[in-house]
């Protein structure tokens, strides 16, 4: 019996893709009481199609094939009732990628992977109408020389995404052993992955979880939805931390345990707290305030300044697949967002010395 869990980061509901949606493919494999030994490598090759044996052999390399819960090789012999698990980065997809020299900011680079700081606009990767001038393209250009960016897929390097208009840190593996240990990695949840984002409203705490299935919404397939009983969609956690209160809104830190499209942006729809300027999740009209009209003009000039939903990814935190070792990285939240939290002070304070 196969059982497969998928991340497909193709399965796209528009050219955003997910905060942090991870690519990889999770399968669970129950041995018949019949079977014969078999190399393992042979046996899930023989069991899951389109998998060649050469990937089986890069996720076990990496650690990523568990045999009753222990990590096996790729020559390790099948037995009956064995319980087999897979995790391995998601396969290439049949797009040509044509390399260009578009400016990408790397704060983090060596033979395994490379850690971008990603500005808000620029698509991960290509598919639905943008294939090109994507972080991906800007890749392959790049790390032209390495051997797994001379494929020419889709699928090079890459373990998770951010959307298009969110901005800040991604890591990129340089290797298949890279991908595949750190899809592994996503998929245990040992990432550490926090997010900055301005919410609209006064949080009523200091800090909060909110655990609500998400799913594509039945009435609008460009969005997601929150299922709160659980009975569809796929589980998703985040937890939020206020920084900072600014009267009608509230600058909070996320800190994400799995990574469902939209995420942050679907749970902080779903608890009244949609993200400022967030044009699909209710952000992008004026939800808490005033009616001066002085104000309204106030808001669209915030707008302006950030004409996309004000979410950046601050930090990520992840284990070497190389060395072992623990990896951070942090990047200051973006200027745009940075002019408009200031415009919000000064607001706040103006407003309660006035009062």
Known sequence: MVDETTCNPYDEIDDEGGEQQELYEHFRIDVDKGQGLVRIDKFITSKLESISRSRVQSAADAGNILVNGNAVKSSYKVKPLDSISIVMAYPPREIEIIPQDIPINIVYEDDDVVVVNKEAGMVVHPGHGNYTDTLVNALMYHLRDVPLFKSGDVRPGLVHRIDKNTSGILVIAKTEFAMNHLARQFFDRTTKRRYVALVWGDMEEDEGTVDAHIG???????????????????????????????????????????????????????????????????????VKGTTFTKYKQFIQNCFSICPRHALHAKSLGFVHPTTGKEMFFESDIPNDMVQVIERWKTYTAARFSEE
């Open 216 to 286: 594509r919404s039945p009435r609008d397939r460009m969005k997601m939805h929150v299922f709160p009983e659980g009975d569809d969609g796929k589980h998703a956690i985040t937890h939020w931390k206020v920084l900072e209160r600014l009267g009608y809104v509230t600058l909070v830190e996320c800190r994400l345990e799995t990574g469902r499209t939209h995420q942050i942006r679907v749970h902080m729809e779903y608890i009244r707290h949609p993200i400022f300027n967030d044009d699909r999740y209710g952000g992008d009209s004026i």
